[in-house]
Structure formats: C-alpha cells, structure tokens
C-alpha cells in the first residue's frame, strides 16, 4: 500500500479509518526506519488536518491553527509515540466556541488510545509560557503547521526562534544544567544494560538538545555520524514500540532479543552494541558541542573588558602555549601547532594525546579529525618515542579517558590497535560490570596508573592493564585467547622477547590471585606451591597484584573490598615467601586475631556457641568510609552439621551472606586445649529492616543444632508464602571438583544464582554425604555464588577421584532441583 492510498482511507473512513490505515502501515515489513516514521506523520497530519477542518466548520471558528510540536513537529512518530499539539488561535474567538474546537479535536485522539500532550494558546501566550519554560520553547523550537492558518504559524516560528537566539546566552547554560541533571539521574546509555533510549546520556533527548544549539547559532554539533546514531536510536524505539506493544523507552533484558529479531540483528549483544556505538557518537557530540558554547559564551564575557582596556580595535589574538613538538595550547584545547605536519610525524597523535591528558586538556576536534585524516601508520615494531607516548597517555589518570575517547571517536585507537575494535561497545552481561568491554579497559588504566609506585615495571602494569581483558572480542576463554592477542599487540608496540613474555603471563593470569584468595585455603601448601609456580618471579607477582586491584576497581563496586584486598595481600605475602626460597610445605598459619581468639577460647571452655556481631567500617581510599556491611564471628567447639546450621539461621533472619569464611582452629593447652574449635566468618547485611540480634542468632543456632528448629521446613513455609520474583532464568547451577586443588583435601567448587539459603542447602547436602567441611570459602559476586569447599572423607583424607565426581555431581542435582 502506498502513502497515497494510507492517506485517501485516513479521509475517507475518519478516525476508524485513520486507526486501520495506522495499524496496516506499522504492520508493513517492506517500510520501516525513515520512511515508516515520515510516512505515520503524513498519515496522522492528514487525519488531524481533516478533523480541524470539520471542527473549525462546527464551531465556528476563524482564526485557528493546529501545530505539531517536539518529536512530532520533527516527522519522527514511533509507532506509540505521543501527539504533541498546539491549538494556536489569533484571540478573537470565543471561549466557548475555542473550548468546542479543542474537545472536538482531542477527544477523537483519546478515543484511539493515543497518548496527547495538548495546549491552547495564543502567538502571544505561547511566546510568554516558551520564556517561562525551558522545555515548552525546545519543543516549539520545532513547531510546524498542520492545518488552518499558515500565517500565524510562521509567525510564531520566527518569533520563537528569534527570541531562542536572542536569549541563547542565558538559555544555553539552562540547557546545559537540565541535561547534565538528566544524565546524573539515568545513567550514560553507552553503558547501561537496560538503556533508556531517550533519557539517558546519549540518547534521543541529547539529540534534541543539540539540534537546539544549532538553532541558536551560536555553535554547532559535529555533524558526522551523528544523523546515522540518532536514526539508529529512533530505529531501535520503533522496534521497541511494535514488540512491546507499549510507549516505552526503556530497553529491557527480557526483551532485547525480540527487538533486534525486529531490526533483523543476530541477537542482543548485537542490539546493544548498535545502540551502545550511536550513544557513544552523540555523547562525544555533545562534549565537544557544550564545550564550544562555553568557550564562545567565556569569550563574549571577556572581549567587551578587552576592548575597553585597549582602546577598541581588534583584540589581541589568543595566546598559544607549546605542549609538545608540533602540539599547543590555546583557548583551553590542545591543538596542532602551525608548523605541525601530520603526514610526516606518524607519532604525533600519541605525542598529541599524551601532553593532552598529561594537561588535563580537551584534545580539539579538528585537531583530532585532521591527525585522524592525514597521519601515516607508524613502522611495526613503533619506534621507542610512540611507545614512550602511548604510556604517558596512559600514566595520565582520570585525564586519560576523555583523551581517549576522542580518540576512539575519530577511527584512530583501531589505527593504532587494530584489535581494539573487537572489544569496542561490548557489553558485558555479568551485572557486576559497571562498563562495556573497551571502556573497562581504559577503566583499569587509570586505576592502574594510581598503581605504578608499588611496582618496578609500571610500563607493563599499564599496558597489562589495557589489555588484560582484549580476549573477550574472541570465542573461548578470554584469558586464554587475550595471551595470544596481548603478545602480538607488545611486539607490535615494540617491547623485547622478555617484557612480552611478562605481559602475557599477566593477561593469561589476571584472575588467578583474586580467585584463588576468595576459593582456596592459604593454609594449603599446594594452593601457594601453585600460585608461584605459575607467577615464577617476585617481579611478576607485584605486577599481577596490582593488576588485580585495578581490575578489580575498574570493575564496579561489587568486585572489590578491603575484605577482598586483605585475601590478595594475605596471598601474595605467601608467595613472595615461596618465591624467596621459603619452604611451602611449612606454611605459616594465619594466626586468629584477639577477638577470634577469645571466642574461641569461650566456646572450647562453655561447649556452647559464641557470637560476636557489629558493624566493620573500614578506611577507604578517599575520605568517606567504605561500606563493608555487618561482621559476624561464630566460634564453636568442632561438630558435624555447623555449616549447614549456622547458614540456614541467618536465612532465616534474611542475612544476606556476602562473603564467608570456615576454618577449623586448635588452640594451645595453656588456652584452654587441647580441642578443636571451628571459626566462621562471615560478612553478611540485612535483606532490608534492621538486623536480628545476637543473642537471638544465638538461640537460633542451638536449638538448629540439637534439631529443635527444622530449618528446611521454616524457609519452605516463607518461600510459600512470600515466591519470590525472578527477572528471567538463571543459568543453571555448575559444581566440579577442582584439579589438584589441595594435598589435605578435595575442593569442590560451587557457581550458582545467589538465594535465599542456598549456603544450607549445599552445607545439607554435603553432611548428608558423611563429609567433613575442613574449610569453606563463600563469595558472592552481584547475584552469582562463586564457592569452594575443602572436604574430607570420615577419616579425614582426601575422596579417592570417583567419589569425588559423585560428590560433585550429586549435589549438583540438589541446587537443580
């Protein structure tokens, strides 16, 4: 059908005809993007046009327009989009009569269901409400007729965009606030999981903003690619509206793959990643776009004082301060210098960059435009001096990013690491990532370069830093695939045969301290023997502990504590002792502190459980304390079924275990020995109210220990009465036993969605097997359990292999089912 025939039934058959032709046109594969969008408008102007044409007729009005206002005036309707209408009127009607027009104009939009923001007003009323009201003059910055009086339409638009131009100094900066309160609250669309299309940063209500600084002339967006990222973003809402069947903006988990099926995507990865690149070009837009107004507006504040002081005439042009060979300042950018030839010095983006960021300067959009358009690529291996910059952009700290992203903005990061451009705008799905795969990265750069006096190589910490993660643009396991692509990308950046290979054992390697600090017991020889065999050097074991602490930070908020710091200090400790030709069969046990002792020595002297619960606020690295949550410390003389007990308790008190830790300890005689006292340590906080005391957690304890408190039954009985709500299904728990994982024990791990008790059903389970937890390491990352148990037979040996895999594979089947 084409718009011809669309519009002829729209005025042949009235509303009902304007709702078929409506439902025909977004139901028509052949048209979508654009053209669907123009062709909705039309549509909907033709039946508007109609019905103000009968109403005006009916109620006797002259004098009247009808104006389509926001997305609407602009011709972009998305399929649920709301009609935004003006009903512009000369004043010389009656109120009655204007009353009539306008019900008899709205009433048969919200007879279809169309969602309608309306008003009535004069030229005059609406110029007066447009210099009230920041929002009211955006939108009628985009007014356009739709039917009646074309005069006093156009009226209006001069008069509205005359006063926006006139008023832009003091509007523009209005602008600027109310978008920066909007991003503060929603979040940048590049990185966010569940985008809102509009709202957030880099979203369609940027795109408005900016078309808004054009309109004011007194500067201008950069305008390449940033009509393909906003078509992206209004293709996607579409896609949206016809999935979802609602006027919604926000791009939910559960409905992402629908939407990119719509858009004709591989799946929703590929979703995100279109949306998350034309976030990335309007916000790089609107960086650069803001600055310039504020430079503009600086510089209209200052020339009338110049002028005055000089007498008139010309001022004096602006200063330029040198950087860098070829690279200057002025006017608070950093820019080429006039001597500066691109095309003859391949290292001058990287020169550019690094005194940018080493200045804590904006690099300037055509300088970086014009490096991007003529600069050779630099010889393979770089010479010393591009390696030399490219590790003083990234020693920069919080400066690097923006540098970076400028970069990144104009082609050149993949000019320089081809590789790059696999991991750029990769979301990651694990939501204890705050960031996509590439920004991550420069992420961990920064923090890394906060790092660099705790190390003898800050060189490879910072480029280990930049790549530690490359792999994830790969099939496979991204440690093992990033080796690879880190020891090509150090070749190619010009390090010798030794530093590359200290850069790939760090890529293939980042993991290991973190995992091994919260999964293993650092009481086992084995767990350190393996660790520095892996590491090898004292110098690699400093690098790859800073590494792990800038990942970590770089991560999110989730991946890192003082609690975790002290497991990875704890670790690294061991094993620089190993490396330096200690002896790892002869450990030095990690002695319990004061407190820990004493309930120990209460509960070997009472027989009985001993708490101790208060809150832990620990120093951060800036000047508010980090919050840890509530320190619970358990001690009780050693028996079967703690675990399980002392977990199903807090269950019940709806403690939600953050990280966990079992040991068993034996105390000297002189303490109270000779016996065996089991510690547990847990970092828990309350699901929501206030926290149980400990003296009830107490009696909890006793009665599930001598079974007077059925405690499957009583979670059973809550989760009865109160199912939870589950977004989605999780993927299924994973239970293995790990390899050679300790000499003392078998150490089964334990991945899984995060509930309520799941901490006793596993304990349960592992009792019921007759076998012995010796030690426990409990970590929970976001919503994902990560787990490792060291577990005996009877006599308390290791499980031959067999019984081990059965272990494992039972009890599996209980967190299944």
């Known amino acids: 059908m084409t718009s011809l025939d669309v519009t002829t039934e729209a005025e042949d058959s009235g509303p009902s005809g304007y709702a078929a032709a409506r439902l025909r046109l977004l139901n028509e594969k052949a048209q979508s993007g654009p053209p669907r969008r123009a062709a909705l408008a039309r549509l909907t102007d033709e039946w508007l046009n ?133 991003a503060e609250r929603q979040g940048e669309l590049q990185f966010l999981l569940e985008p809102d299309l509009k709202e957030a940063r880099g979203g369609l209500r940027d795109v408005t903003a900016l078309r808004a600084v054009a309109a004011s002339w007194l500067a201008d967006a950069p305008r390449e690619g940033l009509a393909d990222a906003r078509r992206a973003l209004l293709d996607a809402r579409d896609a949206l509206h016809l999935t979802t069947g609602r006027a919604t903006d926000r791009l939910a988990l559960q409905e992402q793959d629908q939407v990119a099926a719509e858009l004709g995507l591989l799946d929703a990865d590929a979703l995100l990643r279109q949306v998350y690149e034309a976030a990335r070009t309007v916000s790089y837009a609107t960086d650069v776009t803001w600055r310039e107004v504020n430079r503009v507006l600086r510089s209209r504040a200052v020339r009338p004082r110049l002028r005055a002081m000089l007498g008139g005439g010309r001022g004096p042009q602006p200063e330029r301060n040198p950087l860098a060979e070829g690279v200057v300042e002025q006017d608070g950018e950093v820019v080429l210098a006039r001597a500066a030839r691109p095309e003859r010095d391949p290292v001058l983006p ?132 990033g080796e690879t692509i880190a020891k090509d990308v150090a070749v190619r950046i010009g390090f010798d045969r030794a530093d590359v290979a200290v850069i790939a054992t760090l890529v293939r390697h980042h993991l290991l301290l973190i995992e091994t600090a919260t999964r293993r017991d650092l009481d086992d020889p084995a767990t350190v023997a393996s660790v520095a065999e892996v590491v090898g050097s004292p110098g690699t074991l400093e690098l790859l502990h800073a590494l792990t602490e800038a990942d970590a930070l ?40 004061a407190e820990q002792e004493r309930l120990a020595i209460e509960a070997l002297r009472t027989g009985e459980p001993v708490l101790a619960l208060h809150a832990q606020t620990e120093a951060a690295t800036g000047d508010e304390p980090e919050p840890v949550g509530v320190e619970l410390l358990i001690a009780l003389p050693d028996q079967p079924g703690v675990l399980p007990a002392a977990a199903g308790v807090l269950a019940l008190h709806r403690l939600t275990v953050r990280a966990a830790d079992l040991r068993s300890i034996d105390l000297p005689s002189e303490l109270g020995g000779p016996g065996g006292v089991l510690l547990l340590s847990w970092r828990v906080a309350a699901a929501y109210g206030s926290l149980p005391q400990a003296a009830r957690l107490r009696s909890d304890l006793v009665r599930a220990l001598d079974g007077s408190l059925d405690i499957p039954a009583r979670l059973a009985e809550r989760e009865a009465a109160y199912p939870r709500r589950r977004a989605g299904q999780a993927p299924p728990p994973r239970v293995t036993v790990a390899p050679a994982g300790s000499r003392l024990a078998t150490v089964i791990e334990v991945r899984a969605h995060d509930a309520p008790g799941l901490l006793h059903r596993i304990g349960r389970a592992l009792d019921e097997s007759a076998l012995r937890v010796r030690s426990a390491h409990v970590s929970t990352l976001g919503a994902n359990a990560v787990d490792a148990f060291y577990v005996t037979g009877p006599e308390g040996a290791p499980l031959p292999a067999e019984e081990a895999a059965e272990t494992a594979r039972a009890l599996e089947a209980v967190l299944r089912a």
């Open 50 to 182: 109609a019905l103000f044409t009968t109403a005006c007729r009916q109620a006797g009005v002259r004098g009247a327009a009808l104006v389509a206002v926001g997305g609407y005036g602009r011709g972009e309707l998305s399929p649920r989009s709301d009609l935004d209408l003006l009903l512009l009127h000369d004043g010389r009607a009656d109120a009655g009569d204007l009353a009539a027009l306008a019900d008899r104009i709205w009433y048969p939009v919200w007879d279809l269901g169309l969602a309608l923001d309306h008003s009535v007003r004069t030229p005059g009323e609406a110029r007066k409400t447009a210099g009230e009201d920041l929002k009211v003059q955006l939108g009628l910055l985009d007014a356009r007729h739709v039917a009646g009086d074309l005069g006093l339409v156009a009226g209006l638009r001069t008069t509205v965009l005359a006063d926006w131009r006139n008023q832009a100094p003091k509007r523009l900066p209005e602008l600027d606030e109310l978008c920066r309160e909007r």
């Open 350 to 481: 990287l020169r550019a960059a690094a005194a940018a960021a080493q200045s804590g300067l904006p690099i300037s959009l055509h300088a970086v435009r014009r490096l991007a358009a003529t600069t050779r690529p630099l010889p393979v291996p770089w010479p010393a001096e591009a390696r030399e910059e490219l590790l003083t952009l990234l020693g920069a700290g919080e400066p690097t990013i923006a540098v970076w992203e400028a970069l990144e903005a104009e082609g050149l990061i993949t000019q320089l690491l081809p590789d790059w451009e696999r991991v750029r705008c990769r979301p990651q799905r694990n939501p204890v990532h705050t960031w996509t795969v590439d920004r991550h990265l420069v992420e961990a750069v920064v923090k890394a370069s906060s790092l660099t006096r705790r190390v003898g190589r800050p060189d490879l910490l910072l480029i280990a830093a930049l790549l530690h993660d490359i792999g994830k643009g790969w099939p496979g396991d991204h440690s093992v695939a």
């Open 554 to 593: 770089a991560t999110g908020p989730a991946a890192w504590s003082s609690w975790r710091g002290s497991l990875v200090d704890d670790l690294v400790k061991r094993v620089a002792a190993v490396l330096a030709g200690a002896d790892p069969a002869e450990p030095e046990p990690a002695a319990p502190s």
